[in-house]
Antibody
Framework: QVQLQQWGAGLLKPSETLSLTCAVY????????WNWIRQPPGKGLEWIGE???????NYNPSLKSRVTISVDTSKNQFSLELSSVTAADTAVYYC???????????????WGQGTRVTVSS | EIVLTQSPGTLSLSPGERATLSCRAS???????LAWYQQKPGQAPRLLIY???SRATGIPDRFSGSGSGTDFTLTISRLEPEDFAVYYC???????????FGQGTKLEI
């Protein structure tokens, strides 16, 4: 059973780059998509983007210019970078596993524990 | 981009009652791309339903999903105290490939 463990800096200043990493334990790294999703305080869920084990990516068009998701298959890890952060990027950031929608039903599970990121000067 | 609208925003019920949560899409959604999640305070969302009507592993059978096209429903047949949480629907769009979530329904006692 896949489990995800994530980490990264929790306090950033405006214009800095957010960097988070998620490690995948207990399952195959191929055959899935590896996602980042965020949730601003008191608000709903916003999908950021995803990557597969070959490095193929899809990004939310609203964030695409600032987002980079990368994968390190040797470590079973994937990472998120979000550049030029502002207070609007303050949120809990989740890593998560998603099924391959081209071959099966489409869902996101399981999720990491979440990392609270605050952007403040 | 497909927009998902959930209703009601807040649903106030008592344990033992039946809950019916709605998710309406701005365009037709493939049923295999529609899922429901439960989120409790301070926790990550948990998958309940995928493919519009299939229960995820370990989800009690009081949870059921139905619907097609633009209208989907999550039903909780007999509310247990642990069911009071926020529920989100989610769809996957292919052009461009993007996940979108509804704004959530808060189920409160």
């Amino acid at each position: 059973q896949v489990q995800l463990q994530q980490w990264g800096a929790g306090l950033l200043k405006p214009s800095e780059t957010l960097s988070l990493t998620c490690a995948v334990y207990g399952g195959s790294f191929s055959g899935y998509y590896w996602n980042w999703i965020r949730q601003p305080p008191g608000k709903g869920l916003e999908w950021i983007g995803e990557i597969n084990h070959r490095g193929g990516t899809n990004y939310n068009p609203s964030l695409k210019s600032r987002v980079t998701i990368s994968v390190d298959t040797s470590k079973n890890q994937f990472s998120l970078e979000l550049s030029s952060v502002t207070a609007a990027d303050t949120a809990v950031y989740y890593c998560a596993t998603a099924s391959d929608c081209s071959t099966s039903t489409c869902y996101v599970s399981p999720w990491g524990q979440g990392t609270r990121v605050t952007v403040s000067s | 981009e497909i927009v998902l609208t959930q209703s009601p925003g807040t649903l106030s019920l008592s344990p033992g009652e039946r809950a019916t949560l709605s998710c309406r899409a701005s365009q037709s959604v493939r049923s295999s791309y529609l899922a429901w999640y439960q989120q409790k305070p301070g926790q990550a969302p948990r998958l309940l339903i995928y493919g519009a009507s299939s229960r995820a592993t370990g989800i009690p059978d009081r949870f059921s999903g139905s619907g097609s096209g633009t209208d989907f429903t999550l039903t909780i047949s007999r509310l247990e105290p642990e069911d009071f949480a926020v529920y989100y629907c989610q769809q996957y769009g292919t052009s461009p490939p993007v996940y979108t979530f509804g704004q959530g329904t808060k189920l409160e006692i």
